[in-house]
């Protein structure tokens, strides 16, 4: 199980990881995307399930932390060599507030060359998803990016499978249901070693 309190980021990612199986692996309170494949080859999501990426409240909702171990705002000024742009992570005055995303489920996106500055490119290509579920997640409908004001939106089975999974083109199957579900129980396995 991964559990998260960012207001983005990736509760499982390959990154430019090919040739990768995410199985029986259940994803909650992750407020960016669930699962991704970003500029990945031939990955499959197996049984895979993500559940109430605001935990009881919505995508209006905030949580997690905000400010950086410093209180820095923004954090810029710590991570970015351009200090004019604002934080991603935080919204609202004095970085109070944290910001939602897009509330993704799986993701099949591209790691561009601009990101990886000019050295190379990589597509998502040949994703999968296997009898994955989801349930109760939502959403910022908004004109802008990086926010914590707009219209917050259910993502049903249309939603998700047209507008939120990035390049339709680097997907080979899409086997998801919208169901409610219980989540799997963490377990520290025990190990017994004979001395004979």
């Known amino acids: 199980m991964s559990v998260g309190n ?8 390959f990154e430019m990881s090919n040739h990768g199986v995410c199985q029986d692996v259940d994803v909650t ?5 669930c699962f991704s494949a970003y500029g990945a080859d031939n990955v499959t ?16 909702d905030g949580q997690g932390y905000c400010k950086d171990s410093n209180g820095l705002w923004p954090n810029s000024q710590t991570y970015a060599s351009d200090q004019s742009v604002p934080d991603k992570t935080c919204c609202g005055t004095e970085a109070l507030t944290r910001c939602d995303t897009e509330g993704g489920l799986w ?33 910022i409908e908004s004109d802008d990016d990086y926010t914590n004001v707009g219209e917050c939106v259910n993502i049903d089975m249309n939603d998700w499978a047209t507008s939120a999974a990035n390049r339709q083109e ?10 409610d579900f219980t ?10 070693f004979s001395t004979d």
């Open 45 to 60: 999501f197996l049984r895979t399930r993500a559940k109430n990426n605001h935990a009881d409240g919505s995508c209006l």
């Open 170 to 179: 680097a997907w080979i199957l899409k086997d998801f249901a919208n169901e």
């Open 107 to 139: 993701f099949a996106g591209d790691y561009t060359s601009g990101q990886a500055g000019g050295a190379y490119s990589h597509q998502a290509s040949n994703i999968s998803i296997k009898q994955g579920v989801f349930y109760n997640m939502t959403r």
């Open 29 to 33: 309170l992750v407020g960016g995307t």
């Open 183 to 192: 989540l799997r129980v963490p377990f520290t396995p025990s190990f017994c």
């Open 6 to 13: 960012a207001p983005n980021g990736v509760g499982v990612i």
